[in-house]
Each structure stands twice: as structure tokens, then as C-alpha cells.
């Protein structure tokens, strides 16, 4: 999962970088986007080779800062320039949203070094394996779902309007929305 959209969206970032010559952005997403495309034959099922939390903690930090430097452009606005990354990442952050605010309101958590040290199965692709999906299905769906988010990206990129980058934003937003839907009446039918 983590190696998989790791490559995804650090290949993004590189399709964003490149045609507007912004090379460490270019640079940096080309060797995470390589770096996990190697890696994920020896993870695949049935996997020899496992990230781990280290592994996967630099993925999502080597994202947030290809984030962080996809906002740095002059040519753009700034709300196109902080709407780009916001896309891309739009489902590692989905994640930690919604599983933070089902921790809390369970009573899973309750101060930051908890939240820190938490572990379980409650995470977007846990909640759609307990939907009925294969392991490899909800990677898929997950992949398929942030590709689709990159396409707007990218097409946010291009057009650079305020008007379609809050388009774009409300659309996520939607999405995510019926996301969250179909998970809660999935977790009532499973739960019956």
C-alpha cells in the first residue's frame, strides 16, 4: 500500500515538475517515484520484503515535502500552487483525517502521545478489506481513486483558476463524503 502510493504520487509530482522546470521537484519525485517501483516486486503478495513503519514514515515524509516544494512556483496562484499537492495527497490525508477523528471519537485516543503510538486496523484500506475487498482490491481501488485525484491535479495545474482549484477541492470533498457514507452503512450491514 505505502510503496504503491508512494510511487503514484511521487510520479505525479514528477508529471507537474517537469514541464514547469522545477528540477529538484523533478529530481526528488523521480528517485522516491524509483525508489518504491523497486521495491514493490519484492512487496507484492506474496511479499519477501516489508517496509515497515520506518519505511513507510519516510514515504509520507519525502511526500510531504514533494508537497511543500509543489507549492514553491512563481507562475502560479497561491491557491492553485496549495491546492496541487492537497490533490495529490488527497488520500494519505483522507486517512489520517478520518482515522484520527474515529480514534478520538471512540475514545481510542486521547492525548497526542497516544495518537502518536497508536496502532490498528482501522485505516482506509482495513475498513474497505471489512467491506468484503481483497487485500489486493482495496490497494487497487485506493490507486485507482488517487490516480483519478492526480488527473485533477494535474489539470488544476494547467488551467491555474482559482474558480477550478475550489472546483476541484469541493469535488474531493464529495467524493470523500459518499466515501465515508458507504463505509458507515458497510460498518452497520457488517456489524449485524
Known amino acids: 500500500m505505502a510503496g504503491g502510493t508512494g510511487a503514484l504520487c511521487a510520479t505525479l509530482f514528477l508529471a507537474i515538475a517537469w514541464p514547469e522546470r522545477q528540477r529538484f ?25 516489508f517496509l515497515g513503519d520506518a519505511g513507510a514514515t519516510f ?52 492525548t497526542v502521545k497516544e495518537w502518536i503510538e497508536f496502532t490498528g486496523k482501522d485505516h482506509f484500506h482495513h475498513r474497505l478489506m471489512n467491506l468484503g475487498m481483497t487485500a489486493p482490491g482495496a490497494v487497487r481501488f485506493i490507486l485507482l481513486v488517487n490516480l483519478c485525484f492526480g488527473m485533477s491535479a494535474i489539470a ?13 477541492l469541493a469535488q474531493a470533498f464529495l467524493i470523500f463524503a459518499v466515501i465515508v457514507v458507504l463505509m458507515l452503512l458497510g460498518r452497520e450491514l457488517t456489524s449485524d
Not at 156 to 168: D, K
Open 59 to 110: 514515504i509520507g515524509f519525502m511526500l510531504a515535502g514533494l508537497g511543500l516544494m509543489g507549492t514553491e512556483t512563481h507562475q502560479q496562484l497561491p491557491f492553485v500552487a496549495l491546492s496541487t499537492p492537497l490533490l495529490i495527497l488527497a488520500i494519505p490525508v483522507f486517512d489520517m483525517i478520518y482515522t484520527t477523528l474515529s480514534r478520538v471519537r471512540r475514545g481510542a485516543v486521547r
Open 156 to 168: 488544476n495545474r494547467h488551467t491555474a483558476s482559482r474558480l477550478v482549484s475550489a472546483l476541484l
Open 25 to 49: 521537484l523533478a529530481y526528488g519525485a523521480s528517485a522516491l517515484a524509483g525508489a518504491c517501483l523497486g521495491f514493490l516486486p519484492y512487496n507484492w503478495k506474496p511479499a519477501r520484503v
